[in-house]
């Protein structure tokens, strides 16, 4: 092409020279140069054009960013999302052996109705108002103690035998009062003859009469003070003469209950009115908690509480608020709170730390977890959640908890119905995950 635009220029250069214009020859080769500039310009424009149609192509497959100092992705390499530190989209692969093994368990992921509430610590103790002290009503020596401390006793039931030598004296004089009352009686019988036949005056008979009197009250105290000594009334009504004085005070259970404290043993030295045995009624028992000053307006005597036993998580009570305290303790800000607890299969035990969870607000259908399906991971909270179609991949998905109930937790963001979230095995899934991690 430059070759054929030289030979028309030297033709019409030739032809100007023909036609008798003259050309010098300094302006012909600045001519030609010109005339060579614009060429080589042109043909550089030309391939700008020809390179930008047929990398365009390239420039839109490639239009990936990349960080300075990055090297760009080779043709046909995958690249994965940058995502925050410790934030990684983790998934866990295993075999069925391996599932297997771990006792990896999946649930659907469902609705619960969750309500607001609040929960605080509570300790198990006794119905105060159903513990009995058994004391002694006569001083004198144990001889013998058959309630041993833990004890299930019935009304009636002996717990102790106490040699008295007061006992023993109570029933001399009973005796003794009993024979004169006796006498008198008699002599009263005699002489209601004797006015009759006119051998004794009217006064003799008041005499009598008064002194009989006097000796049946005293014969009705001595025997009532046998009974309160202990003496049954077939024991006080067999008791006819010295011997069948008897000196042992049994020591009887006052009602169906629990011995919870025994403070006495053989051969001990006791008084009367010594504290010997507590017994208490466990169907019942009381939890006392600590309510803190903001729940004061929340809760109310006769709210219905929800006792969790941390010992056994399967045990779960119900019981009303019977009282709340007005005092309030000044060192930590709170006052007691008492619920009577139902405790006939005897899941609770005295001095057994609970949790109250008492119900302030309406429920709300919330989806909801398994506790044990949540893992913690630092400062977040994550699930296990098994990959459809295939049963041995499992995707760890991070979650926001809300309320947490006994035993599962509210779910606000993270999962949703219909997915099957891990519960047992999930901490096996964590340790995987942490090492493809």
Not at 27 to 54: E, N, Y
Not at 87 to 93: F, L
Not at 253 to 258: E, K, M, Q, R
Not at 321 to 329: E, K, N, T, W
Request: a neutral charge; proline letters at 5%; zero cysteines.
């Amino acid at each position: 092409m430059g070759m054929g635009m030289e030979r028309d220029e030297e033709e019409l250069v030739e032809g100007r020279v023909r036609r008798g214009r003259p050309w010098h020859p300094i302006r012909r080769r600045l001519w030609q140069a010109l005339i060579g500039t614009a060429l080589v310009a042109a043909g550089l424009a030309a391939g700008v054009v020809w390179s930008g149609r047929h990398s365009a192509p390239q420039q839109t497959t490639s239009n990936a960013s990349t960080a300075p100092g990055a090297m760009p992705p080779m043709p046909g390499m995958l690249t994965k999302a940058a995502a925050p530190p410790g934030d990684e989209a983790v998934e866990v692969s295993l075999t069925p052996e391996a599932v297997e093994r771990a006792g990896i368990k999946t649930t659907i992921v469902a609705t619960q109705t969750t309500a607001s509430g609040v929960t605080v610590p509570g300790t198990v103790t006794t119905n105060a108002y159903r513990d009995t002290k058994v004391n002694s009503l006569v001083g004198g020596v144990v001889r013998e103690v058959s309630a041993d401390l833990g004890a299930t006793v019935t009304r009636g039931q002996p717990l102790a035998v106490i040699l008295s030598t007061e006992l023993a004296e109570a029933q001399m004089k009973y005796l003794s009062v009993q024979a004169m009352f006796e006498a008198d009686h008699q002599k009263l019988v005699r002489t209601e003859k004797l006015v009759a036949l006119g051998a004794a005056s009217r006064q003799e008979l008041e005499d009598v009469t008064v002194a009989h009197a006097g000796h049946s009250t005293e014969a009705a105290a001595a025997r009532q003070r046998l009974l309160l000594l202990g003496l049954t009334s077939d024991q006080v009504a067999g008791l006819t003469d010295a011997s069948h004085v008897v000196s042992d005070v049994v020591v009887r259970a006052p009602g169906h209950g629990v011995v919870i404290a025994r403070s006495v043993n053989p051969g001990q030295v006791v008084g009367a009115a010594q504290e010997l045995f507590v017994v208490t009624d466990l169907r019942t028992v009381w939890v006392i908690g600590d309510l803190f000053e903001r729940d004061f307006a929340s809760v109310k005597v006769g709210s219905p509480v929800t006792i969790a036993i941390p010992a056994r998580p399967n045990a779960v009570l119900t019981g009303r608020i019977a009282y709340i305290d007005p005092r309030v303790d000044p060192a930590t800000r709170t006052a007691k709170v008492r619920v009577e607890v139902p405790n006939r299969g005897m899941e609770l035990r005295l001095g057994m730390y609970v949790t109250l969870e008492f119900r302030t607000g309406s429920g709300n259908r919330s989806v909801v977890v398994l506790r044990e399906a949540v893992q913690a991971i630092g400062d977040r909270n994550v699930v296990y959640i098994a990959v459809e179609g295939d049963d041995g991949r499992f995707a760890e998905r991070p979650v926001k908890l809300g309320v947490v109930m006994r035993d599962s937790v509210e779910v606000l963001e993270g999962v949703k119905i219909g997915d099957r979230v891990v519960t047992s095995g999930s901490f096996f899934l964590r340790g995987e995950a942490g090492r493809s991690r």
